[in-house]
């Protein structure tokens, strides 16, 4: 029976395992979304620095523009008070520069609406990441809440488990006490300790008793069958071996558990 009961694993060691495996894919999901937080923080700081780049290059070009108009309104000064002939072609040369400014303006529109593209993208892209967060974060909470109900039944069968297995243990241990106490009474019996039986079996005057009941009684038959192997064989009986278990005969009671 101790040997038995020392092999048995523990009751909570499946609770306890379950826990753990819980805890590893919290952890692994975890790690996952972190992932993800860096991976989105380098592509926004990626982004960051495209749009620097290339407000530095319009700003240069803006400087480049301006200079250059600059030097267009100088030269048309200087070329308007020093040379009335050459009024043509710094007409041309304002158109040109007129031209060149509203391709400038062209391309501010272009880049705005480029800009205004990718900022919107980045909000709906916020958006659902945000959305998918959520989505996550519920289904993390739900499942650890359904893992907890697992838990707390699993607990609750193994605590009935234990009491059915400690009511069944007492019943078998009382049910080998009583076979034990019958075995001890009959092998006093046909040993012929009828005085030692019957305060085995709780009699106190088993050979009286006997006598009152009927000859073809269970006790009476055991009797004669006791009286018969002494006369046969001049000695009285011997008491049957007694196993290390304390079972006559060598064999132990089956018990469950």
């Excluded at 040997?3 to 692994?28: C, G, I, N, V, Y």
């Excluded at 043509?88 to 303006?105: G, P």
């Excluded at 650890?144 to 488990?161: C, G, N, P």
Aim: with cysteine; proline share 3%.
């Amino acid at each position: 029976m101790t040997t038995t009961m020392t092999s048995t694993a523990h009751p909570f060691d499946d609770a306890f395992s379950l826990m753990r495996t819980m805890q590893a894919e919290l952890k692994q999901l975890r790690a996952e979304l972190d992932a993800e937080k860096t991976r989105r923080t380098a592509e926004v700081g990626d982004l960051q620095r495209e749009v620097r780049t290339l407000r530095g290059q319009l700003e240069s070009a803006l400087k480049d523009l301006t200079s250059a108009n600059d030097r267009v309104t100088t030269a048309l000064t200087a070329e308007t008070s020093l040379r009335g002939r050459a009024l043509e072609m710094l007409r041309r040369e304002v158109a040109d520069a007129i031209q060149l400014a509203s391709e400038v303006h062209h391309l501010k529109t272009i880049q705005a609406t480029h800009f205004g593209k990718l900022a919107t993208e980045l909000k709906t892209e916020r958006h659902e990441r945000q959305a998918g967060q959520q989505a996550l974060d519920a289904l993390l909470s739900s499942e650890v809440q359904t893992r907890t109900e697992e838990a707390d039944l699993h607990s609750k069968q193994m605590s009935q488990f234990r009491q059915l297995w400690e009511d069944n243990l007492k019943a078998d241990r009382e049910n080998y006490r009583l076979l034990l106490k019958d075995v001890h009474a009959a092998g006093q019996l046909l040993s012929g300790n009828v005085k030692d039986a019957g305060i085995t079996l709780g009699i106190g005057n088993l050979a009286s008793s006997m006598a009152t009941t009927a000859p073809t009684s269970p006790t009476s038959n055991l009797m004669d069958t006791g009286r018969s192997g002494m006369s046969m064989t001049g000695s009285p009986c011997k008491p049957l071996p007694t196993s290390p278990g304390g079972a006559a005969g060598g064999h132990r009671p089956h018990t469950t558990g």
